[in-house]
T-cell receptor
Framework: NAGVTQTPKFQVLKTGQSMTLQCAQD?????MSWYRQDPGMGLRLIHY???????DQGEVPNGYNVSRSTTEDFPLRLLSAAPSQTSVYFC???????????????FGSGTRLTVV | DAKTTQPPSMDCAEGRAANLPCNHS???????VYWYRQIHSQGPQYIIH???NNETNEMASLIITEDRKSSTLILPHATLRDTAVYYC?????????????FGGGTRVLVKP
């Protein structure tokens, strides 16, 4: 099925470990974003990309890196995991600006990360 | 992007219309109103968006006041599966990175 695929769905890390959260979309969307959602809170933007080779920081970028080498993939790297990064991470993609055929952002099902 | 104000929670009876208000009194002319919802533990789901005119799709209707300072999302016949947190978001056309800013939202509980 077309959509945004995130892997893994669950992950437990030890403090200081690094890992990459994977995000892939098969809708040829230009825009991709990473959000985190802490318990009982709204989503906060970490990093975003407007196309292959172009990325920028969002609201809470510290401790995370991204790259966009292809249109389809937008991995999020945790450099040195900290307990404060315990959260649910959502990847999202969108085709273009509002107008004909605009369907908003499509979100993945999330990665639930615990850092101990 | 303009700030939005939504009630933190509301209940709705199954089968009845749910009217979700959103205040965005500082909205500017080039800002759209978007609605998303998040059902427990899932990724947010796009519902509808609009600029000036009222909009309707298969999920909901969006009513925007003439001065654009507030809007209402209408779920015409709420079902138990509509229980979710609903987010009203206002952002400029061609915002950098097409990004969205989520606030606290309204937690909607549809009761049998």
């Amino acid at each position: 099925n077309a959509g945004v695929t995130q892997t893994p769905k669950f992950q437990v890390l030890k403090t200081g470990q690094s890992m990459t959260l994977q995000c892939a979309q098969d809708m040829n969307h230009e825009y991709m974003s990473w959000y985190r959602q802490d318990p009982g809170m709204g989503l906060r933007l970490i990093h975003y990309s407007v196309g292959a080779g172009i990325t920028d920081q969002g609201e809470v970028p510290n401790g995370y890196n991204v790259s966009r080498s292809t249109t389809e993939d937008f991995p999020l790297r945790l450099l040195s995991a900290a307990p404060s990064q315990t959260s649910v991470y959502f990847c999202a993609s969108s085709s273009h600006e509002p107008g004909q055929g605009y369907y908003g952002y499509t979100f993945g099902s999330g990665t639930r990360l615990t850092v101990v | 992007d303009a700030k939005t104000t939504q009630p933190p929670s509301m209940d709705c009876a199954e089968g009845r219309a749910a009217n979700l208000p959103c205040n965005h009194s500082t909205i500017s002319g080039n800002e759209y109103v978007y609605w998303y919802r998040q059902i427990h533990s899932q990724g947010p789901q796009y519902i509808i968006h609009g600029l000036k005119n009222n909009e309707t799709n298969e999920m909901a209707s969006l009513i925007i006041t003439e001065d654009r300072k507030s809007s209402t999302l209408i779920l015409p016949h709420a079902t138990l599966r509509d229980t979710a947190v609903y987010y009203c978001i206002v952002r400029v056309i061609k915002a950098a990175g097409n990004k969205l800013t989520f606030g606290g939202g309204t937690r909607v509980l549809v009761k049998p």
